[in-house]
Nanobody
């Protein structure tokens, strides 16, 4: 059983940057695809970014690919989402997730473990 704990959310202004971190425990971190999803009020959970076992293949949603960067450190069991040029529409609860199946996917059901989420609010 893998436990995921997110940190780094907060209130920022449009154009600001924020870094989200997720620390994993209870499993062999390098064996999991890691990802980030987000969910805004009244909306479905949506894919943000994912990264392969070794960190060499990041994959992004179209709306964030030029602004967000995902990376992982398998020695520290962490995955990070660096978010730049934040927009009001980026406001959501952000969830860290881990998947045992190979391949990067945007489908929430393909991931096996989820964190509790961290709130990101972008507002002027």
């Amino acid at each position: 059983q893998v436990q995921l704990v997110e940190s780094g959310g907060g209130l920022v202004q449009p154009g600001d940057s924020l870094r989200l971190s997720c620390e994993a425990s209870g499993g062999t971190f390098s064996r999991y695809i890691m990802g980030w999803f987000r969910q805004a009020p009244g909306k479905e959970r949506e894919f943000v970014a994912a990264i392969s076992y070794s960190g060499g293949t990041p994959f992004y949603a179209d709306g964030v690919k030029d602004r967000f960067t995902i990376f992982r450190d398998n020695t520290k069991n962490t995955v990070t989402l660096q978010m730049n040029s934040l927009k009001v529409e980026d406001t959501a609860v952000y969830y860290c997730t881990a998947g045992e199946r190979p391949g990067l996917t945007v489908v929430p059901g393909s991931y096996d473990y989820w964190g509790q989420g961290t709130q990101v609010t972008v507002s002027s």
